[in-house]
């Protein structure tokens, strides 16, 4: 019976020796959270509310249950922002704006105090509307598109200053889409087939012209030709002549590959004369 007391008293001091262990490893564990790279720690105290420093990376102590740690993702994030709105001469345009943000981390605290973990999904799409719709009324349609690095810094630079006034940086606002209305698309192509179309006008025109001009020079030249040829001629008789030579030897030539033209010598007769010679165009039977 001894023993056996004994044995229940032993079992009975593990016993209580792994409660206290099993506590203390519990408590251990409630006092320690971590922080993983890229995000930070805003401590919520209920004793003295939301601390007003935040905490970085690693492994830190708290008071179970009187301070909670919240996570917050302070790497930058991306965000598409779409508005529907009017240019300056009354067109619809759809806008895209891509956003590149992440938080202030000097004021995670009042960040979170005002506005909470989803911080981004309640500021960015109302400023981005807001800041879009201000900047693209200022500018034609038109002047979207011949205008368009100038519209995205005016962009950037307002929508910059707008998300600063809530503790939310900027590393980069980029427009990556604009569309026109169907009405105005097609007012564009109309446009470029009209232009394309007064540009070819203007090439016939000028082609004309040109071939006008030749036809002039051309017609100056032979003129100048055709006097200098008769003055020629008045001055030199014997050009005449070597002109019918010239013209009668092309024409025996011609009648000399025809088949049917046999010609004839003259013969000379007893006076002594020389007799006439003919050519004769002799038919197919």
């Given amino acids: 019976p001894e023993r056996l007391v004994m044995a229940a008293a032993v079992l ?16 251990f564990q409630m006092s320690i959270y971590n ?3 890229g995000f930070r720690a ?3 105290d209920r004793v003295f509310g939301v601390q007003k420093t935040s905490v970085g990376e690693g492994t830190h102590f708290r008071l179970p249950w009187f301070q909670t740690p919240i996570i917050m993702d302070c790497r930058t994030r991306p965000r598409n922002i779409s508005s529907s709105t009017g240019t300056k ?15 202030d981390k000097d004021h995670l605290p009042h960040l979170y105090s005002s506005l909470g973990v989803d911080y981004d999904d309640r500021v960015l799409p109302s400023i981005g509307n807001e800041v879009l719709k201000a ?6 349609a038109e002047q979207l598109i011949t205008q368009r690095e100038q519209v995205s810094q005016q962009v950037r630079k307002t929508l910059t200053a707008r998300a600063n006034e809530f503790h939310i940086i900027l590393e980069d606002v980029a427009i990556t889409d604009l569309r026109f209305g169907t009405e105005f698309t097609a007012a564009i192509e109309a446009k470029q087939v009209a ?7 203007k090439f016939i025109v000028q082609k004309a012209e040109q071939e006008k001009q030749a036809a002039v020079i051309r017609a100056e ?3 100048t030709a055709a006097k200098m040829v008769s003055n020629a001629m008045e001055k030199s008789p014997a050009l005449v002549e070597l002109r019918r030579i010239e013209a009668a030897r092309e024409i025996a030539e011609t009648l000399a590959k025809s088949r049917n033209v046999t010609y004839l010598p003259g013969g000379s007769d007893q006076g002594g004369g020389g007799g006439a010679s003919m ?6 039977q």
Wanted: negative net charge.
């Fill in 12 to 27: 009975n001091n593990i016993a209580r020796g792994a409660v206290v262990l099993g506590a203390g490893v519990s408590a």
């Fill in 35 to 37: 922080v993983d790279g």
């Fill in 42 to 44: 805003v401590i919520f």
């Fill in 89 to 103: 001469d009354l067109q619809v345009i759809n806008i895209n704006l891509r956003v590149l943000s992440r938080p």
């Fill in 135 to 140: 900047v693209v009324a200022q500018y034609n």
């Fill in 195 to 201: 232009q394309q179309e007064s540009e070819r006008a």
């Fill in 221 to 223: 030249g032979e003129a």
């Fill in 279 to 284: 050519l004769l165009n002799l038919g197919q």
